[in-house]
């Protein structure tokens, strides 16, 4: 089950009466903080802006993880809980500004949030990511995300399936790269490689091929 069904799942006695029902109430209408509707307007023109999205998440973060303390003093393990209040905040937050079909940002966090519960899910969403973004940097990102959790297979997966070489950004195809040299799979490193090569700015291309010909030698070299 991913984060937003076990948010939803909460029991029904939560919103009860009484002093439970008042501070559930407090952590549904939180006030606003200074500059909020500002990005969230912002956000409405491009939920993609990598300065208004990262500033609201924190924002939503910070307010959640704040209010599940303040009411529940008397709990064990409250950095834990804290940190999980904060990102269902933050994923109600991805899943709202995700409805927009430009959208691509938000379904990266809403990935990242969920590889650990439902990889299948966490996987169709970077896709869409990756779909939705003609620049490839939603691709790079995803990359990233999935080679920071050691996902190397599915990376040079999602990456075989949406990679254009001539037209995405070129930090996706350094990532597939890295992901085909991590995985040890060096012959298919090569040929992404040699495909990175058809970018047409060869002045980033040039340093980033030349970092990735010495990352294959040296893997060549360990394997030995």
Do not use: C, Y
């Not at 029991?11 to 439970?20: F, I, R, V, Y």
């Not at 990756?130 to 080679?147: F, N, T, V």
């Amino acid at each position: 089950m991913g984060l937003l069904d076990r948010w939803r799942r909460r029991p029904e006695h939560d919103a009860g009466a009484g002093e439970a029902g008042r501070r559930r109430r407090r952590r549904e209408a939180p006030a606003a903080v200074p500059g909020e509707a500002a990005l969230r307007e912002t956000l409405h023109e491009d939920p993609n802006d990598e300065a208004a999205f990262a500033a609201l998440v924190e924002t939503v973060r910070t307010r959640a993880a704040e209010a599940h303390v303040a009411d529940n003093p008397a709990e064990g393990h409250e950095a834990e809980d804290a940190r999980r209040a904060a990102d269902n905040a933050v994923w109600a937050l991805a899943e709202e500004l995700a409805q927009s079909p430009k959208a691509w940002r938000p379904l990266l966090v809403m990935g990242r949030l969920s590889l650990a519960d439902d990889r299948e899910a966490a996987l169709r969403r970077l896709g869409i990511a990756a779909e939705r973004d003609p620049s490839g940097r939603a691709l790079a990102e995803a990359l990233a995300i999935l080679r920071e959790a050691h996902m190397n297979d599915d990376a040079l997966s999602l990456g075989v399936g949406h990679w254009r070489p001539r037209e995405h950004d070129v930090e996706a195809g350094r990532h597939l790269v890295a992901a085909a040299i991590d995985s040890g799979r060096l012959a298919e490193a090569r040929r992404h490689l040699k495909a990175l090569g058809e970018h047409p700015d060869q002045g980033r291309v040039a340093p980033l091929r030349a970092e990735l010909e010495d990352a294959i030698a040296r893997a060549d070299r360990a394997r030995r």
